[in-house]
C-alpha cells in the first residue's frame, strides 16, 4: 500500500532554472497536497484575476502526497502566500516560463505499507537497484481516457470530429462519480440531441459548444476549436502515450522476456522477472519516440513495431498532420524503453505504526523527468521475483 497518507508519498522537482534578476517571469516553488497541478494553477489565476496561460510549469504533480514544484507568473507582484493545503514561496525571476525542459529529475521518498515481511521484497529491490524498471506510461497518464468512449485523439486523426468532440464531452473517467456521472451517460444517450444536450449543458464552454451544433449541425470542427489548447495537447500525449506503451509490448513480446502482467487501464504493463546482460544492455540503450508527423527513429529495433502499432489501428504517421486543427500538434519526443532510479536507497524499514502486526519500508530515489515512481513500486511488488543471477540473454 502506497499513499496511506500525504506523507507517504514525498516528490520535490530538481531544476536548471536560468534566474536573471529583473526577469519577466516571476518564479515560485510551489508546496502543496491534495491537489493536482493543474486544478490548482486554475485556482491562483481566479485568486489573482488573470488567465490561466500567465501560469506555467514543467510538470503535473500528483494530489495524494506532498510536491514541490516551480512554477512562473508572468506578473510584477510579489504572489507569495499560503492557501488551504498549498503554499508559494518567491523564489527569484527568469526571462521565460517554466517548461518542462528545465526539469533535471524528481526526488522521491516513498513508504510502503501493509507488507507481511520486508524480506520478501529483497530480490526485486535489489533487481530495481541494478536492472532498473521499464519506462512504461502508467495509469495517471491516462485518467481522461474511458475505454467505451476511445481516445480523442485517435478520433481527430481519423478526422471523425463529432466522435472526437462526444470523447470529449461524454467520457466517464476514474473517480468521476454522483450526478456528473450521472450527467455525462445521459449526454452521450442524447447526443445530437442538440437541444437537449443544451439543456444539459453545464459552463460557458459546454453551452457554447451546444449553441454552435443547434444552429449548424455538422459544425463539429468549430466546436471543436473552442476546447483550450492545454486541454487538446493533453488529450493528445494520452494517445501518443498509448502508442508508445503498445511499442514497448511489441519489443519485449519479440525479444522474447520472461515477464509478469499487471493489468493496466489503457492494456498490460510488463516486466521482466530475469535480464540477462545483452537484453539489459539494449533495452536500457533504447529510445523509443512519441508519435507525430516528424519523428526520428535514432534505435532500429523500435520502428518497425511502431509501425506495427499503426497498422493495427490503420493509421498512417501522414495522418498526424492535423491540417484542419492547426492551433495544437503532436510533437515528437524520445523516452528511453528502461530506467534505473538514481540514488536508490532503503531508509528504513520495520514495523508498521498504521497497520499493526504488518510491516513497512521507506525508498528514496530520483528518477528521469517523466519516469512513474509507481512503475518502480510495481516492479518491486511484482509476486515470485527471483534473486539477481548474470544471465547472457
Request: hydrophobic share 40%.
Amino acid at each position: 500500500m502506497i499513499k496511506a497518507k500525504p506523507g507517504d508519498f514525498v516528490v520535490e522537482e530538481r531544476t536548471d532554472l536560468p534566474l536573471e534578476p529583473g526577469g519577466r517571469y516571476a518564479v515560485y516553488r510551489l508546496h502543496k497536497s491534495g491537489w493536482n497541478t493543474s486544478d490548482l494553477v486554475g485556482h491562483l489565476a481566479r485568486r489573482f484575476g488573470f488567465p490561466p496561460g500567465r501560469i506555467a510549469y514543467g510538470g503535473k504533480k500528483d494530489k495524494h502526497g506532498l510536491t514541490s514544484q516551480f512554477i512562473t507568473i508572468e506578473d510584477a507582484a510579489d504572489r507569495s502566500f499560503e492557501g488551504k493545503d498549498f503554499r508559494l514561496e518567491a523564489a527569484g525571476r527568469m526571462n521565460r516560463p517554466m517548461g518542462p525542459d528545465l526539469i533535471r529529475a524528481n526526488d522521491f521518498t516513498l513508504t510502503l505499507r501493509d507488507l507481511a515481511g520486508v524480506a520478501s521484497l529483497e530480490p526485486a529491490v535489489e533487481r530495481v537497484r541494478t536492472e532498473g524498471f521499464p519506462n512504461w506510461f502508467d495509469d495517471q497518464r491516462f485518467r481522461s481516457y474511458d475505454p467505451e468512449r476511445g481516445f480523442f485523439a485517435e478520433k481527430i486523426l481519423r478526422r471523425h470530429w463529432n466522435g472526437a468532440l462526444q470523447v470529449y464531452l461524454t467520457s466517464v473517467t476514474p473517480g468521476l462519480a454522483g450526478r456528473e456521472r450521472t450527467r455525462r451517460l445521459e449526454l452521450f444517450r442524447v447526443w445530437r440531441d442538440w437541444k437537449a444536450c443544451r439543456s444539459m449543458a453545464e459552463g460557458p464552454f459546454e453551452r457554447e459548444v451546444f449553441d454552435i451544433l443547434r444552429k449548424e449541425l455538422a459544425a463539429f470542427g468549430e466546436a471543436l476549436h473552442r476546447i483550450p489548447e492545454e486541454e487538446t495537447a493533453m488529450q493528445y500525449a494520452v494517445f501518443q502515450a498509448h502508442l508508445w506503451n503498445e511499442t514497448l509490448r511489441k519489443i519485449f513480446r519479440s525479444r522474447g522476456l520472461p515477464v509478469v502482467e499487471i493489468a493496466g487501464r489503457e492494456g498490460p504493463y510488463l516486466f521482466w522477472r530475469e535480464l540477462g546482460k545483452a537484453d539489459r544492455a539494449a533495452l536500457h540503450a533504447l529510445r523509443i519516440p512519441t508519435a507525430a508527423a516528424k519523428m526520428e527513429f535514432p534505435d532500429p529495433e523500435a520502428e518497425a513495431p511502431f509501425a506495427a502499432v499503426l497498422a493495427d489501428k490503420g493509421l498512417a504517421r501522414s495522418d498526424f498532420r492535423t491540417r484542419e486543427l492547426r492551433r495544437v500538434r503532436f510533437q515528437s519526443f524520445l523516452r528511453t524503453a528502461a530506467v534505473v532510479p538514481e540514488g536508490f536507497t532503503v531508509l528504513e524499514s520495520g514495523a508498521d505504526e498504521l497497520h499493526p502486526g504488518r510491516e513497512k519500508i521507506i525508498f528514496r530515489f530520483s528518477l528521469p523527468r517523466g519516469s512513474y515512481a509507481t512503475m518502480l513500486i510495481k516492479m518491486i511488488t511484482l509476486p515470485g521475483i527471483p534473486p539477481r543471477r548474470e544471465t547472457a540473454g
